[in-house]
């Protein structure tokens, strides 16, 4: 018998090995030095619930800090919507299915924080192949604008960044976190804790993620923040397709113009941020808006 669980268990380890095809440790660190970190990546046998051969473990109430906490779960919800809505599980270590050729789904990373800003670190130099030289990390659900997003930073440019709490005196130059996330219930102290929602997604040359090694260059101007009219100015006539989303991913605004300036009328819109995609050439680049 002693045998046979040795046995097993052997041939679990060798599973769980032989199936991460990348792994890594992503480090959260916020303005009073708690710490903390999750194990992410992508795996031949990864599923949408947790796999116990790759690790995947549910967290209880009580593993589970509501001063600072780096998670991974199933739960997205538009706060305006469903603020509450209840994750399946909540894991430190999670990866994702893999999909030929060097693309895989994003991990959905939850944040509890009560001291900002945060610090996210990662090694970037597990970022340059070209298996993963487009990976991202946005504070943008990509959804339907997945090669969008809140202007995905490239893993494989920095090891770290910073995310604030946004307001609208915010320095615009600056990473912010959003208010279209969903709450933790609580169930240690009957509470609902605010949880801040970060995406992160693995991905290859063969892949468009928004972001490339030349940019367009055609937007020279554009009023930002803006109150009732988003004006566009560009340095040449040229077909474009532009495009306004808001920071939940629906499309706002569309129009194929030409000419070197646009006025978009926002007045009707709710205040916040949006993002501005702008194509010409099948290229593309992506503006942060800010609407009073």
């Known amino acids: 018998m002693r045998e046979l669980i040795i046995s097993v268990f052997a041939m679990n380890l060798f599973i769980s090995l032989s ?18 970190s999750i194990t992410v990546g992508y795996s031949s046998i990864a599923t949408a619930v947790l796999n116990p051969a790759l690790g995947e473990v549910n967290l209880l109430d009580s593993q589970i800090d509501t001063t600072f906490f780096s998670g991974l779960s199933d739960a997205i919800a538009d706060a305006n919507i469903d603020k509450y809505k209840k994750a399946n599980y909540r894991t430190k270590t999670k990866y994702t299915t893999y999909i030929k050729p060097y693309h895989q789904q994003f991990l959905s990373i939850d944040v509890i924080c009560n001291n900002f800003p945060i610090t996210i670190s990662w090694n970037k130099q597990l970022f340059q192949d070209t298996a993963r030289s487009k990976s991202f990390i946005t504070a943008s659900y990509p959804g339907i604008i997945y ?31 959003f208010e279209v996330g969903n ?12 949880i801040w929602t970060i995406f992160i997604d693995f991905a290859g040359t063969d ?22 009219t988003l004006n566009l100015k560009f340095s040449h006539k040229s077909r474009r397709l532009i495009e306004l989303y808001n920071i939940t991913g629906m499309l706002v605004y569309s129009k194929y113009q030409s000419e070197t300036s646009e006025k978009i009328d926002v007045s009707a819109t709710d205040s916040g941020i949006y993002l501005l995609k702008v194509q010409e050439n099948n290229k593309s680049n992506v503006y942060k808006i800010v609407k009073k």
């Open 183 to 194: 709450f933790y219930i609580d169930s240690i102290h009957s509470k609902p804790v605010k």
């Open 147 to 177: 090669d969008v997003g809140e202007q995905p930073h490239g893993l494989c440019y920095d090891d770290s960044l910073m995310y604030y709490t946004y307001n609208l005196d915010s320095d615009y130059s600056k990473n912010y976190l």
């Open 207 to 228: 892949f468009n993620t928004g972001f490339s090694d030349v940019d367009v260059e055609n937007v020279i101007s554009y009023t930002n923040p803006c109150e009732n």
């Open 19 to 36: 199936a991460q095809e990348f792994s890594t440790k992503i480090y959260f660190k916020d303005a009073v030095n708690h710490k903390d």
